[in-house]
């Protein structure tokens, strides 16, 4: 009796040993994982991605044009999208989305890279598709915990708190025409 007991007892042991040690080598790996800091400048209209401290690419970038500001502070990530579609704007395109505000402000690649260089979004930070593509692979594997995003810059005109469409283009110019005729 007594030698079975201390079989099951060495059982149970080296059974919490591999748990432990596997909870060690995952830990020291999480532990490691890459940082991610995303700095926007709305004043230069640039983005530079550091990866653990070190600057990897600097980008130009479009941020919110007047009246349309993008927020500036300190943030991090909390949603990915890698085929995103704007429920405010007419389902435009916002590949590789990185929503990082609550209002749904986020980072996303734009077929309109002739803009690049000046404040002319939504609210949203425009890339170029191929440099939104390599920045949300970047996020993607050091994770969202991991990644910090400052934008930075320029004056905050109104209200950021939320992106809503001017009144002009929910409707048509003929139907509020043909409303005020009726």
């Known amino acids: 009796m007594f030698w079975g007991d201390l079989e099951g007892t060495m059982w149970r042991l ?23 800091q995303i700095s926007i400048n709305k004043v230069d209209q640039k983005m530079t991605v550091a990866i653990d401290g070190v600057q990897k690419y600097v980008w130009l970038v479009s941020t919110g044009a ?10 991090t990530p909390f949603r990915m999208e890698p085929d995103h579609y704007s429920d405010e704007w007419d389902d435009a395109p916002m590949p590789h989305s990185i929503f990082f505000t609550p209002a ?3 980072i996303h690649g734009s077929p309109h890279t002739k803009s690049l260089g000046r404040p002319v979004s939504h609210g949203c930070v425009r890339l170029a598709p ?8 970047l996020v993607q594997k050091a994770g969202m915990r991991n990644t910090r995003v400052i934008v930075s810059g320029g004056f905050d005109f109104g209200s950021a708190a939320q992106i ?19």
């Open 14 to 36: 080296s059974s919490l040993a591999a748990i432990i040690l596997a909870a060690l080598i995952s830990g020291a790996g999480a532990a490691a994982a890459e940082s991610v």
């Open 66 to 75: 007047r009246g349309y500001s993008t927020p500036s502070g300190f943030y």
């Open 104 to 106: 749904g402000h986020a």
């Open 130 to 137: 191929g440099n939104a593509a390599t920045l949300y692979a």
């Open 164 to 182: 809503k469409k001017p009144e002009w283009l929910k409707t048509s110019w003929w139907s509020s025409r043909h409303r005020a005729s009726q």
